[in-house]
């Protein structure tokens, strides 16, 4: 499957510990986004990065959480100190290019917070 | 104003009707439009792109309006399997890379 692979599927966490999300892009994308959808709301962006690079990250909250998207392996996307709040689905999608080109998603990871 | 605004329904139509659905936007500069469809509880996924010219995929037409800023979609024939949140998509000014993502409008088919 060349599609965008997201995991774990799923992931429960204590409040206070910290919770990581990977994100493999499509083959021959370069581009990754990460979203997060709470329930029965709309997606929201969060960040948008390039290998090795954030390109805009206006949609991440200020404190505890951190993306990247090293040379080599998955984006990675990080919560420190998570809360109930960050209950939700995170979605990845990435793009070939960042202009004129539709997004393909991920299955998402559903985060819980006990 | 939000930079990408959708009547979020939800529409509620019969197997085999015609519903459309309109979602308008405030970048007047924006190139990249599309119409994605998300089930419950999955990832989105790409229904079509929106051209200049309008285009159409089967029982599904989407069409982009830069005088009044907005793009629809129209459905013909629904399918129950049609039933799902439609996300409208478009390529917001705030920067160059970012893709906005409307809040979606639900619609359900029934028998």
């Known amino acids: 499957n060349a599609g965008v692979m997201q995991n774990p599927r799923h992931l429960v966490r204590r409040r206070g510990q910290e919770a990581r999300l990977r994100c493999s892009p499509m083959?021959?994308?370069?581009?990754v986004y990460w979203y997060r959808q709470l329930p029965e709301e709309g997606l929201k962006f969060m960040v948008y990065?390039?290998?090795?690079?954030?390109?805009?990250e206006s949609g991440m909250p200020k404190e505890r959480f951190s993306a990247e998207f090293p040379k080599e392996g998955p984006s990675i996307l990080r919560i420190q100190q998570v809360v109930r709040g960050d209950s939700a689905a995170y979605f990845c999608?990435?793009?070939?290019?960042?202009?004129?080109?539709?997004?393909?998603f991920g299955d998402g990871t559903r985060l819980s917070i006990l | 104003r939000k930079e990408v605004e959708q009547d979020p329904g939800p529409f509620n139509v019969p197997e085999g009707a015609t519903v459309a659905f309109n979602c308008t936007y405030s970048?007047?500069?924006?190139?990249?439009f599309f119409w994605y469809r998300q089930d419950c509880r999955k990832e989105p996924k790409l229904l079509m792109s929106?051209?200049?010219s309008g285009n159409e995929d089967g029982r599904f037409t989407a069409q982009l309006n830069r005088a009044s800023q907005y793009i629809s979609l129209l459905i013909r024939d629904s399918k129950l399997s049609d039933s799902a949140t439609y996300l409208c998509?478009?390529?917001?000014?705030?920067?160059?890379?970012?893709?906005?993502f409307g809040s979606g409008t639900r619609l359900s088919i029934r028998p």
């Open positions: 929106v051209y200049s």
């Open positions: 083959k021959g994308h370069s581009h």
């Open positions: 990065l390039q290998k090795e690079n954030i390109i805009d």
């Open positions: 999608a990435s793009s070939p290019d960042s202009l004129n080109q539709p997004q393909h």
């Open positions: 998509v478009v390529e917001g000014y705030s920067s160059a890379s970012k893709i906005i």
């Open positions: 970048n007047s500069a924006s190139q990249s």
